[in-house]
C-alpha cells in the first residue's frame, strides 16, 4: 500500500494545501513495515488537483495534520482514506505507528 504525507521541515504538516512536498511511503500492512520513502512535488494547490495526483501515484491513505472539508471529499470520492489530526512526525513514524493501530491523532488543525 502506499501512503501520502504532506511535509514541512520533514516532518507532517499541519496545513495539507499548503506543503511544498509530499512523502510517499510504500508499505506492507501484513508484515506491518515501512518501505521506500519518495519524496514529490506536488502540483499547483488547486480544488482537485492532488486527488488526481496522488491516484495516479497509486495512494491509497493520506495522513495529515489538517484537512478542509471539501478536499476530504474529493478525496474519499477518488477512493482516497483520509486520516487528519495527525501529530507534526517524521513520516516513517507516522507510517509506522499507523500500521501498528496505534496512530493518535488529534484534531483538525484545518477550519475551511
Given at each position: 500500500?502506499?501512503?501520502?504525507?504532506?511535509?514541512?521541515?520533514?516532518?507532517?504538516?499541519?496545513?495539507f494545501g499548503h506543503c511544498g512536498s509530499f512523502a510517499v511511503v510504500d508499505a506492507d500492512p501484513e508484515n506491518r513495515?515501512?518501505?521506500?520513502?519518495?519524496?514529490?512535488?506536488?502540483?499547483?494547490h488547486e480544488p482537485?488537483?492532488?486527488p488526481r495526483w496522488l491516484t495516479q501515484m497509486g495512494v491509497g491513505t493520506v495522513i495529515a495534520g489538517g484537512m478542509?472539508?471539501?478536499?476530504?471529499?474529493?478525496?474519499s470520492a477518488s477512493g482516497i482514506d483520509v486520516i487528519v489530526g495527525?501529530?507534526?512526525?517524521?513520516?516513517?513514524?507516522?507510517?509506522?505507528?499507523?500500521?501498528?493501530d496505534r496512530l493518535v491523532s488529534g484534531p483538525n488543525v484545518c477550519d475551511h
Open positions: 500500500m502506499k501512503i501520502a504525507i504532506p511535509l514541512h521541515n520533514g516532518r507532517c504538516s499541519a496545513h513495515t515501512v518501505g521506500q520513502v519518495e519524496l514529490c512535488t506536488p502540483p499547483a482537485g488537483a492532488l478542509g472539508r471539501r478536499a476530504q471529499q474529493l478525496f495527525a501529530p507534526e512526525e517524521e513520516p516513517e513514524a507516522l507510517v509506522q505507528a499507523f500500521l501498528e
